[in-house]
């Protein structure tokens, strides 16, 4: 009996850290969507060391890092973060994303 009260705890507290691993990420992008760069970028680096989060949440965690660097005109920052997502999540909709995010940079940057 004990056994399975332990079992229903730790599963109780899973769904804590779940919920609010989630609310981490939909607080990240209110803040991205309120125009508080500064903020989001800190709360997804929170998120990050505080939660356990699936790999395309973390690419998605990184998109609104990159896309709030990019708000704020830090254009090396967002490049390095928007090559990292190409690179450690390629197959997500976030490399896609970013991949035309570099493009549009690219471009700009050389003038065309």
């Known amino acids: 009996m004990r056994v399975f009260i332990l079992a229903v705890l730790l599963g109780l507290v899973g769904c804590d850290e779940g919920n609010m691993s989630q609310g981490a990420l939909l607080g990240a992008h209110k803040l991205y969507n309120q125009g508080k760069y ?44 928007y090559s990292m997502i190409v690179n450690d999540y390629p197959n997500t909709l976030y490399a896609d994303l970013s991949k035309t995010v570099l493009d549009e940079i690219a471009t700009k940057e050389l003038g065309l």
């Open 38 to 81: 500064n903020e989001a970028i800190s709360k997804v680096f929170r998120a990050r060391s505080k939660y356990r989060y699936e790999h395309t949440e973390l690419a998605e965690l990184q998109y609104i890092m990159a896309q709030s660097h990019l708000k704020l005109r830090q254009y090396s920052k967002a490049k390095l973060i």
